[in-house]
């Protein structure tokens, strides 16, 4: 009886063989198309450093029981003295009314306090003497880690980050979108979304 030629076995492409016959692990299927370009697109990357950057801060900051706002709020006062809540809104890097419920918490935990300014309703914000205890004692520790951080990097990587981060924040900063290139829809609003008031101020 003739035998039949034994036919080759099929194996995955993503399988290797062996000399010994056997298979090794499958290897990782390669990432959809598109998905890698939309992980390295440079918002989203500033994104990742920062909260990469956050992550070895926020365990001194639940330690001490604040938040990354809270502390920004108590390093900028700290360093600067007292502000009027729209200049620390600013140096704090947070938006208004986010930072009016933050100092709504911290005057409750009597970590800061106001002096109220004729036609404001907050006034200069200043620390308490337990805010100024509070940072005195975060800070360093917030120091520590910021010298890790630059050790692994390398002073002089450090030094090239900052002036490039620099230089694209204000080259962005500069950048003006024709309003041609603009929606209708879009050109008649503000930029969080509500609608321009035509009529005439009086």
């Given amino acids: 009886m003739k ?28 990432p959809a198309k598109g ?16 909260e990469a950057f956050l992550t070895g801060f926020r365990p001194i900051f639940r330690a001490f029981g604040v938040t990354d706002q809270q502390f920004r709020v108590l390093s900028v ?4 003295g007292d502000l009027e809540i729209s200049k620390l809104a600013r ?7 986010s930072m009016t419920g933050i100092l709504n918490r911290m005057a409750a935990s009597n ?11 907050w006034g200069a914000i200043s620390l308490t003497t337990a805010g100024r205890s ?11 880690r910021h010298m890790v951080f630059s050790a692994s990097m390398g002073p002089a990587q450090l030094a090239v980050l900052v002036e490039l981060l620099v230089n694209a924040r204000d ?28 009529k005439p101020r009086a």
């Fill in 3 to 30: 035998r039949l030629p034994m036919q080759k076995r099929d194996v995955p492409e993503s399988t290797s063989v062996s000399h010994s016959g056997t298979t090794s692990e499958p290897r990782a299927a390669p």
């Fill in 35 to 50: 998905q890698d370009r939309f992980d390295d697109v440079l918002p989203n990357l500033l994104l990742d450093v920062r």
């Fill in 77 to 80: 006062l700290h360093s600067s």
């Fill in 91 to 97: 140096r704090c890097r947070i938006i208004g009314p």
């Fill in 111 to 121: 970590w800061v306090t106001r002096k109220p300014l004729k036609g404001q309703r």
């Fill in 134 to 144: 509070l940072i005195q004692q975060l800070q360093p520790q917030v120091d520590k």
């Fill in 171 to 198: 080259t962005a900063g500069n950048l003006e979108l024709p309003d041609t290139e603009l929606p209708a829809k879009a050109r008649n609003r503000a930029p969080h979304g509500r609608k321009v008031s035509r």
